[in-house]
């Protein structure tokens, strides 16, 4: 879960590096289209996207509202069942800071470069708008997905802190 996170910052790419490790012409001949909007996007199925991958159930209306309030967000949809299969999105300041949230990718989809695709796109937008400090929560056990993307747990022993409201023992 997001609150067990670990806040890594990114470090920004070397500009010869390639653009895309898949192109949107690749995604879309493998039956998959990029999507920034959430015109398309049922929250219902989106929703069993979370679940599948360890994420509590969430109300879809607070989905929604979360949604409303995010600056960039990318979610690709599986051409034969219109359904998302991977997302990813960023809320933050809109000129410094971001944090990227929420990146899953649907189980029976995994391996296959949507993860990849979805982030290094989120991480162009943010870029792009002149946003270079970006930051995410991630399980310690994907950690690995993250670092070959240019984020860095901790950098020049930065910490991050996380409000953790402990239940009061009753007695």
């Given amino acids: 879960m997001l609150s067990r996170g670990i806040i890594s910052n990114f470090r920004t790419p070397t500009p ?3 653009k895309y490790s898949i192109s949107d012409k690749d995604l879309e001949s493998r039956g998959f289209l990029l999507r920034r909007s959430i015109s398309d996007l049922n929250l ?11 994420f509590p159930r969430r109300d879809p209306e607070k989905i929604k509202l979360a949604l409303e309030h995010t600056q960039s967000m990318l ?4 051409k034969k069942s219109q359904k998302p ?17 929420d990146v899953v990718v649907d189980p029976s989809f995994q391996g296959i470069g949507l993860g990849k695709a979805v ?25 690995g997905f993250y670092r070959p993307l240019g984020f860095v747990s901790d950098p020049d022993g930065i910490r991050g802190m996380v409000y953790s409201r402990k239940q009061k023992k009753k007695k």
């Avoid at 996207?49 to 360890?54: D, S």
């Avoid at 300041?93 to 990227?100: E, L, M, R, S, T």
């Fill in 16 to 18: 010869t590096a390639c």
């Fill in 44 to 54: 219902d199925h989106l929703n069993s996207v979370f679940v599948a991958v360890g």
């Fill in 75 to 78: 979610w690709v949809q599986h």
């Fill in 85 to 101: 299969v991977a997302f990813a999105r960023a809320t933050g300041d809109g000129v410094f800071n971001a944090i990227i949230w």
């Fill in 119 to 143: 982030i290094e796109r989120l991480i162009e937008e943010l870029l792009d708008k002149g946003i270079s400090n970006i930051a995410l929560y991630s399980e310690p056990r994907v950690l």
